[in-house]
């Protein structure tokens, strides 16, 4: 525990659903739902609008529309999210090298490493600088808590959301947790929570009143011990600069259970790719793929396969995955499947005879294709097929040719309804709907929150019908006002689409915006 409170805790408020509604004039102050929008779909975000309504994050989806009918709900945008995460995080970095990432919204940093606070008063002004440069930068706000450990800085910063800062004194940690419930403790779950709760103990001072022994007694030596400590105020938990990924994975849940095997092959073979992209995007190969399937009737089984060295060979990981899949009954169905890679290193060690065999495969020596560089290895002429229907997430950009920069608000029946409108339009724009096939019509990356400087010139506020100039995706350097209100209707009814559920944290930066 420090004797000044200069550990902080950065919380993101409502980060997603914050970035939509900055990106989007016309849902500003308005009930804002981010996440999978499929049957089986759940939320990842809900605006505090939202949450008045009872929504929250992790909530079926079917349930937040039920609560919330009126909402705008949206695919999550995560190249737009890690963009602005990376610049919270270079904004981090310029008050410690001692930054720890949780998440994409979510970070704590040593101040002390960083010479930035020896005392509550320099602490508390590195914080409300802090927000500042965040509010200018990204247009988006975040809630901050500053205490002497770890623990105290995040229940601190849960109690400034949302847009607020609070600052626990050293000396007062047992007063203020005492009236907390046990919940509040980092590592109480709802099952420790309950196995609490019976033994009489629902708030903090009553586990710090029980004392350590009782705790052990209840929970065992580890973790009595640990949870006595901190009900006492004690966390000596260092902020860790870099944090090693574990593991690597993707998975989906269907809309409908899956019943062909040949299906859920492909769907396998699917994930594996994804999941290879993540794993070098990230700079890892990793040694032990693993296959995660949860069927019809909610029970989930893992399978695993340990290699002789590491990969990031896509056909080694889907070939693992799929022995993985032939040993697993699909009998009856599957609602979600995975595909992972753990065991991570820096380096690749290639699978020699994958390779090998996979050339063999390419090569297609048998018996109706003998040799190689003969006719049989050229492909057949086949039938020209019809273009794809194209589908439009409810949220994501897209860019018209003559309407210029707009957002999906929602698709179906053959035609998607485009919103024109930029972050900084100065008032929600137009709807207008096209074939999902209108070639004028294509996606398009995420416009920055806020408009650079250089940017502001008279034809940037030509109407929504005369063709937009393409936009920088540079960071701002200052705030920009936010438009009114629109009265008009939230997004119109999206494309069902599944949510991805990934985390991702960004790095640190070191310079100075």
Not at 91 to 103: D, F, K, Q, R, Y
Not at 107 to 121: H, I, N
Request: proline share 9%.
């Amino acid at each position: 525990m420090r004797s000044a409170p200069t550990i902080l805790h950065l919380d993101m408020d409502a980060f997603f659903a914050a970035a939509e509604q900055a990106a989007k004039p016309s849902l500003r102050g308005k009930p804002v739902i981010v996440g999978g929008l499929g049957p089986r779909g759940v939320v990842a975000t809900a605006s505090y609008e939202a949450r008045r309504f009872g929504v929250h994050s992790a909530m079926p989806m079917a349930q937040a529309r039920r609560l919330c009918p009126n909402a705008a709900y949206l695919v999550p945008r995560f190249s737009l999210y890690r963009s602005v995460s990376d610049q919270v995080m270079e904004l981090l970095g310029t008050l410690s090298p001692l930054v720890e990432p949780l998440s994409l919204d979510e970070a704590f940093v040593d101040l002390e490493a960083g010479g930035t606070a020896q005392d509550s008063r320099s602490a508390r002004e590195a914080g409300e600088r802090l927000r500042r440069d965040i509010l200018a930068v990204t247009g988006l706000t975040g809630s901050v808590g500053l205490a002497g450990s770890k623990m105290l800085a995040k229940i601190a910063s849960e109690q400034a959301k949302p847009d607020g800062l609070v600052l626990i004194e050293p000396g007062t940690e047992r007063e203020l947790l005492g009236p907390m419930p046990v919940r509040t403790l980092p590592g109480v779950g709802p099952a420790t929570g309950e196995h609490l709760r019976r033994a009489g103990m629902t708030t903090v001072a009553d586990l710090a009143e029980a004392g350590e022994d009782e705790l052990v007694r209840l929970l065992g030596k580890a973790h009595g011990a640990a949870l006595f400590r901190m009900a006492v105020g004690h966390d000596d938990r260092p902020v860790v600069a870099e944090r090693d990924a574990k593991s690597v994975s993707v998975e989906d849940t269907f809309d409908v259970d899956l019943h062909d095997r040949v299906r859920i092959r492909l769907e396998v073979e699917r994930l594996a790719d994804r999941c290879v992209r993540r794993l070098r995007g990230s700079g890892h190969s990793g040694r032990t793929i693993v296959l995660k399937v949860r069927r019809f009737d909610f029970s989930t089984l893992t399978r695993s396969e340990t290699l002789r060295g590491p990969t990031d060979d896509p056909a080694v990981v889907r070939e693992a995955a799929g022995r993985l899949l032939d040993s697993v009954d699909t009998t009856g169905g599957v609602r979600l499947l995975g595909v992972g890679v753990s065991g991570l290193t820096d380096y690749t060690q290639e699978d020699l005879f994958a390779q090998a065999a996979a050339g063999e495969q390419t090569l297609g020596d048998g018996p109706e294709n003998p040799g190689h560089g003969t006719a049989a290895d050229e492909p057949e002429e086949q039938e020209p097929q019809p273009p794809a229907e194209r589908r439009w997430a409810a949220g994501h950009d897209v860019r018209h040719a003559q309407y210029g920069a707009g957002w999906v608000q929602g698709s179906g029946l053959g035609r998607v309804t485009v919103r024109f409108e930029e972050p900084w339009s100065a008032a929600p724009g137009r709807v207008r709907t096209f074939p999902v096939d209108d070639p004028a019509l294509e996606p398009s990356e995420p416009l920055p929150l806020v408009r650079q400087e250089q940017e502001a010139s008279p034809a940037a506020q030509s109407p929504p019908d005369e063709p937009s100039p393409p936009r920088s995706s540079r960071p701002a350097s200052r705030p920009k006002s936010r438009s009114p209100e629109d009265p008009g209707p939230a997004a119109g009814p999206p494309e069902s689409e599944g949510g991805d559920g990934a985390r991702f944290s960004g790095g640190a930066g070191r310079s100075r915006p």
